[in-house]
């Protein structure tokens, strides 16, 4: 049951199921096994690139940054630039309608706020940000009035459809978002990322104690590069497993039956930290060899009481390897290989499928019901979205 939550069928999918070439020092093998596996964690039915809601169609990817300056304001130059993004990541969220205002200082009255989005039909794009999402960084000038501040603001679709680029929002007492954050400017000293997480009322969600409500996780990023080096993070948006996770790597690993002497070992995240990778959690960057082979194996654990690290009993997915491929028609923002230079973001989202004993118990989301794990695997199963963070900046 326990091995049901996440694992596929034989080996995931969109992973290269051989082996190839082995890293010839153990130590470098040991730092790939943790790109590796973080990309593992957890791959959808469909991949990389999940169906969306028939009521929420659009890309599954990516919103391009729109309107930037609020007309009402007239401030003296800027002191610096504010660089925001958002992921959506609500589990079956609606298409969101995003509203951003200024409050030029502390005292002062918030401007109007104005919406920002792309209209794109040839990428399904209608101003709003789909499930799942992340913008590139908008840019936004920072002044230096005491207590400036940038507020977004974020409206299901149904409630507030976009009307164009700049077009006045209504005043949050009369339609109250579904989430808003206010970002204080004087104290954002790198770019930062809005994820936006949780379960809004309606989704097709089961919570064993009950579901994360919808909710604002700041990320302060670091697009700092490392030549000839990768650097990642993840950043776990999966509500509703039973356990945190951790991550386990095999040098010597080849195939089922020929897994070598070196038993799996715990990589991420770091010894002193005993809880795992739990919901809205993000861990720190690591840095990493380029990756465009598998040196190993690759596990995903629960981190739960009693079993001890990489106890097969609690072996969540796995084995996994890498390169990871992707659908051609995603964009470059979406990595297919971890390259030199990279700064990655890798987002884990969805949720796990509801409690099955045949196909037609899964048949509401035209998901299947794994055998022998008697989970649903559908649309909304726990996906990764890799995302490249300096591609994004724009």
């Given at each position: 049951m326990v091995q049901g939550l996440i694992?596929?069928?034989?080996?995931?999918?969109?992973?290269?199921?051989?082996?190839?070439?082995?890293?010839?020092?153990?130590?470098?093998?040991?730092?790939?096994?943790?790109?590796?596996?973080?990309?593992?964690?957890?791959?959808?039915?469909?991949?990389?690139?999940?169906?969306?809601s028939p009521a929420d169609g659009g890309s599954p990817y990516d919103a391009a940054p729109g309107f930037l300056v609020d007309p009402e304001i007239t401030l003296p130059s800027p002191s610096g630039v504010l660089r925001l993004r958002i992921a959506h990541l609500l589990v079956a969220g609606p298409n969101l309608t995003m509203c951003f205002s200024i409050r030029p200082g502390r005292g002062a009255p918030e401007t109007t706020g104005r919406m920002v989005g792309t209209?794109?039909?040839?990428?399904?794009?209608?101003?709003?940000?789909?499930?799942?999402?992340?913008?590139?960084?908008?840019?936004?000038?920072?002044?230096?009035?005491?207590?400036?501040?940038?507020?977004?603001?974020?409206?299901?679709?149904?409630?507030?459809?976009?009307?164009?680029?700049?077009?006045?929002?209504?005043?949050?007492?009369?339609?109250?978002p579904l989430l808003e954050h206010v970002v204080e400017t004087a104290s954002v000293t790198t770019p930062?990322?809005?994820?936006?997480?949780?379960?809004?009322?309606?989704a097709p969600v089961r919570c064993v104690r009950g579901c994360p409500p919808p909710r604002v996780i700041v990320l302060n990023d670091d697009l700092t590069t490392a030549?000839?080096?990768?650097?990642?993070?993840?950043?776990?948006g999966v509500p509703n497993l039973i356990a945190p996770i951790h991550v386990c790597f095999d040098p010597d690993f080849e195939a089922p039956d020929r897994p070598g002497p070196a038993p799996p070992q715990r990589i991420l995240p770091p010894e002193d930290d005993f809880d795992g990778i739990g919901f809205g959690e993000v861990t720190p960057y690591i840095q990493v060899p380029p990756l465009s082979s598998t040196p190993g194996a690759f596990f995903v654990h629960l981190t739960v009481p009693g079993p001890p690290d990489c106890s097969p009993s609690t072996l969540a997915l796995g084995p996994i390897t890498l390169p990871f491929p992707v659908p051609e028609t995603a964009p470059p923002e979406v990595a297919r290989t971890l390259d030199p230079g990279d700064v990655?973001?890798?987002?884990?989202?969805?949720?796990?499928?509801?409690?099955?004993?045949?196909?037609?118990?899964?048949a509401a989301l035209g998901g299947r019901c794994l055998p022998m794990r008697m989970i649903c695997q559908d649309r909304l199963s726990p996906s990764m979205l890799p995302w490249k963070d300096v591609r994004g900046v724009r």
């Open positions: 694992k596929k069928e034989g080996q995931a999918l969109f992973f290269s199921k051989a082996s190839q070439r082995q890293a010839r020092n153990p130590q470098k093998r040991l730092r790939l096994g943790m790109c590796a596996a973080v990309l593992a964690i957890a791959v959808s039915a469909s991949g990389c690139n999940p169906t969306p209209v794109d039909p040839s990428r399904g794009l209608d101003g709003t940000l789909p499930y799942p999402a992340v913008t590139p960084y908008l840019n936004f000038p920072v002044y230096p009035s005491p207590g400036h501040a940038v507020v977004v603001r974020f409206y299901p679709r149904e409630r507030l459809p976009f009307a164009s680029l700049g077009a006045p929002c209504p005043q949050p007492e009369g339609m109250p930062i990322t809005l994820v936006l997480a949780g379960v809004v009322e309606g030549p000839g080096q990768v650097r990642l993070r993840l950043i776990q990655l973001s890798l987002f884990a989202f969805g949720r796990v499928g509801d409690p099955c004993r045949q196909d037609s118990d899964c």
